[in-house]
């Protein structure tokens, strides 16, 4: 399928993104790590997906306290991923066969490893003293500020040699870079255009928001939930939008690249700042809104489930406000989330519900991204022992929570519902024990004890399988461009059942998509737009006849995509 002859839009609105996250996804070596070459073996099968980006979670060299988000050198690749040379040969399979590669830029800290921070640490008088930031005790000799780290304890460590603390909003292992030293952000400018040299295609840009704080650091007094440096000012602080105009000014704006904000803590009209084209920043950003719908006051470590009113009105609302200024990224999981099946959908219509995710998201207007596994409707995983997970978020919580007494059932319930590491098992290529095809060596994390019902081989299989719903999808969006510039509009908003909305381009073309999200069989009144017009149905999510009447019934979890023409 060519991209569409839709000439207005920009190729980064027209693509699709598949997020890889490289050590588990295939191991080439049996070394139980996934590597690059694996990613080279799995092009085929991307390119059979449909998809036209591949972001790549971090490859550099890294000690892995935050699985690669902790990085020693930004030149050089994690050897347990390969060579610069795979990396190479990666880049130009992928571009042979049409498919971008983007990678993660992780530059609001580094790890402790890293030769910068050695050396800031050592004395306040060095080139790198300031690449950090620094701040004396508070004059009763306590901490800088009361912000708190993503990861649990303070956001500030002490090293004595400088006699002062330094910031780190998740583990103290990644000190925080200092964007208000010109010196750092020409460093980061140059390691930027050394990639896109290499022939990258772009970034996506780990918590971006957060490069610029108020400079006072001021006290969050507990007025703000889960981890308190986000909120209190460390994130969309004053000179952000300075420092990603001069970014794109100095390296952005002389290569053709797709850049992606992660940006926590920010609001619709705070994304317009950073993707309205107009101002050269960035050309899209993750929300975390619909993220957050099913946090309780103890965020995200909690049983609690999602309304669907309240993902509509957060879908809305970013569709609404981003309509015409800015663009979106449309996401339902990633490293950092559960299983959307689980989360969003249900595993006892797994396939069902896995469609019905897909549906919706894809129908949206914005750039949708495919969390490696989800094409295939991966569960969360159901480890024995809590003792399984690697993630330090995870290992964290499960820590403070066993701290407070809290039930060992209720915390294994929270991890299996909440933990990131159900995201990070091992891409289960075949039903082939004991690792599913993606290694012939124990993995380095356990494997999705379900992988014998869902793999890939399953899947590419049975024609009736999330993959062809995936693929047929994402050809809908290479084929109409209606998908991509279609004014979005919701019907229903207080129905907490069923999700139904409308995409209409100005030439006339319309859209209706209407997505079961009940266990339930329902009926459910057409509008009359709908039924005064001749439409066609373009995509069931169920193989049975659909017809297009006043009331019409709906199978569980199922979705349909009309179209008036
Ligand atoms: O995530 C930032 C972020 O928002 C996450 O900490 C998220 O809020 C949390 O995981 C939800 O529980 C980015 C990376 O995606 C994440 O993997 C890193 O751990 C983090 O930054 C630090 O680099
Ligand atoms: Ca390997």
Redesign the pocket.
């Known amino acids: 399928m060519t991209m569409m002859n839709d000439k207005n839009s920009l190729w980064w609105q027209k693509a699709v993104v598949y997020q890889v996250y490289p050590q588990s996804f295939k191991d080439s070596n049996n070394d139980g790590i996934g590597d690059l070459n694996g990613i080279i073996e799995k092009l085929p099968y991307l390119k059979k997906l449909g998809i036209d980006v591949i972001w790549l ?1 971090p490859i550099y060299v890294s000690p892995q306290v ?5 990085i020693a050198d930004y030149y050089q690749i994690n050897p347990d991923y390969g060579t610069l040379s795979d990396f190479e040969q990666l880049i130009q399979q992928a571009h042979s066969l049409n498919l971008k590669i983007i990678l ?1 830029l ?1 530059v ?2 580094t790890s402790d490893q890293h030769e910068w921070f050695k050396a800031s640490k050592k004395s306040r008088d060095n080139k790198y003293s300031d690449y950090y930031i620094w701040k004396d005790p508070s004059h009763d000799g306590s901490l800088p500020n009361d912000w708190g780290a ?2 649990g304890g303070p956001a500030w460590t002490y090293v004595p040699e400088r006699k002062q603390y330094y910031l780190h ?3 103290p292992q ?1 000190p925080e870079l200092n964007w208000e030293n010109p010196a750092l952000r020409q460093d980061i400018y140059k390691m930027m255009r050394y990639w896109l040299d290499f022939g990258v295609d772009g970034f996506r840009m ?2 971006i928001s957060l490069i610029s704080k108020r400079q006072d650091f001021p006290n969050a007094n507990g007025r703000f939930p ?2 308190k440096s ?1 909120y209190a000012g460390a994130s969309n602080g004053p000179r952000v939008h300075e420092f990603l105009q001069e970014m794109n000014r100095e390296v952005l704006s002389n290569f053709d690249t797709l850049t992606v904000g ?1 940006t ?1 803590n920010t609001n619709a009209d705070q994304a317009i700042l950073y993707t309205d084209s107009n101002r050269h920043e960035l050309n899209m950003v993750f929300n ?1 809104d619909h ?1 957050h719908i099913d946090y309780s006051e103890r ?3 909690d049983v609690t489930r999602f309304q669907l009113t309240d993902l509509k009105r957060v879908f809305t609302q970013w569709q609404n406000k981003l309509s015409d200024h800015g663009w979106n990224s449309l996401y339902w999981s ?4 559960p299983r959307a099946v689980t989360r969003f959908g249900s595993e006892k219509y797994r396939v069902e519900s896995a469609k019905s995710l897909a549906t919706v998201l894809h129908m949206l207007k914005g750039t949708p991204y495919i969390f490696q596994g989800e094409e295939i409707g991966m569960t969360n995983a159901k480890f024995d022992s809590l003792t399984d997970y690697q993630d ?2 995870t290992k964290n919580i499960i820590n403070l929570y066993k701290e407070e007494g809290l039930d060992e059932s209720f915390i294994k319930r929270v991890a299996y519902l ?1 933990s ?1 590491d159900n995201a990070r098992t091992p891409m289960p290529w075949q039903n082939e024990k004991p690792y599913a095809g993606f290694s012939q060596n124990k993995p380095w994390i356990k494997m999705n004890p379900n992988y014998d019902t869902i793999n890939v081989a399953q899947a590419l299989m049975d024609t009736d399988s999330v993959f062809y719903h995936y693929q047929r999808l994402i050809a809908l969006r290479h084929e109409y461009p209606v998908v991509i510039n279609g004014k979005y509009h919701l019907y229903d908003p207080n129905d907490n059942n069923i999700y139904a909305f409308s995409r209409e381009s100005t030439d006339g073309i319309k859209l209706f998509v209407i997505a079961s999200f009940s266990e339930e069989k329902l009926t459910y009144q057409l509008p009359k737009v709908i039924t005064n017009d001749n439409w066609r149905v373009l995509l069931n999510s169920y193989d049975n006849a659909f017809i297009i009447q006043d009331v019409i019934s709906l199978e569980p979890y199922q979705s349909v995509i009309l179209i008036n023409r």
Do not use: C, L, W
């Open positions: 979670n935050d699985n690669g988000y902790d993660d992780v609001n800290h993503t990861f909003s998740f583990a990644q780990d918590v889960y981890s986000y992660e926590p975390f993220m965020g995200k470590f990633n490293h950092d989330q330090i978020e909440r990131r």
